[in-house]
């Protein structure tokens, strides 16, 4: 079954420290990884994008691993802020043929406290 | 400013009423796709338009109708909801060639059926 399985359901930080979120997936044949971080009352934004040849991608303050021979995928936050405060959602893409379906996470909700 | 503008952003409706949402983006992207979020369930995927066309219906109730009357635009008419229709509407659109993988997301109608 495709699945993507995302941990810890909600974690709370304070501000300045680092914190890993992790996502594990077991969507095949697989595409791409992506991580969206949604604030609250607004919509997903993307942060990375990862297809299977690589393993690691940054965007600023975060950074996202992938390891798909275990399937296994992590977004790390470095010196977090108050802004950081969201959901973060992993999603797999799954090849369909000409399209791709996607596996949505039910996302970590994150609280960055002052 | 997400490129993608959705209206409204909170909407409240009986469920003998008739409402439409609407979605509009200037990105110049050519596929346009209708979510639905609710709480502690992952996202949904509704209904897929490229280039106008409706490429994927899933299995989505009747109640709900998309319109496209061209790439820039996406209507969702509503008739005759229950109250598990509550929930956060999200459009997204995509460049031709992404394979149905949304890029940008609008920030929601929130919906509540009384």
């Known amino acids: 079954k495709n699945q993507v399985e995302q941990s810890p359901q909600s974690l709370i930080i304070l501000e300045g420290k680092n914190c890993t979120l992790q996502c594990n997936y077991t969507v095949s044949p697989f595409s791409n990884l992506r991580w969206y971080k949604q604030d609250t009352g607004r919509g997903p934004v993307s942060l990375t994008i990862?297809?299977?040849s690589e393993n690691t991608k940054s965007n600023g303050r975060y950074t996202a691993t992938l390891d798909a021979d275990t399937k296994q995928s992590s977004l790390h936050i470095t010196a977090s802020q108050l802004s950081d405060s969201a959901s973060y959602i992993c999603?797999?893409?799954?090849?369909?043929?000409?399209?791709?379906?996607?596996?949505w996470g039910l996302g970590t909700s994150l609280a960055v406290n002052p | 400013e997400t490129g993608v503008t959705q209206t409204p952003r909170h909407l409240v409706m009986g469920m003998t009423n008739k409402k439409s949402l609407k979605c509009e983006q200037h990105l110049g992207h050519n596929a346009m796709y209708w979510y639905k979020q609710s709480a502690k369930k992952p996202l949904e995927l509704m209904f897929v338009y490229n280039f106008k066309e409706q490429t994927e219906n899933n299995s989505v109730p009747s109640r709900f109708s998309p319109e496209c009357p061209n790439s820039s635009h996406l209507f969702l008419h509503l008739h005759t909801l229950q109250p598990e229709d509550s929930a956060l509407y999200l459009c997204?659109?995509?460049?031709?060639?992404?394979?149905?993988?949304?890029?940008?997301f609008g920030d929601g109608t929130r919906l509540s059926i009384l």
């Open positions: 990862m297809t299977f």
């Open positions: 997204a659109s995509s460049p031709p060639d992404r394979g149905n993988q949304p890029q940008h």
């Open positions: 999603v797999v893409s799954r090849n369909a043929g000409n399209n791709r379906k996607l596996i």
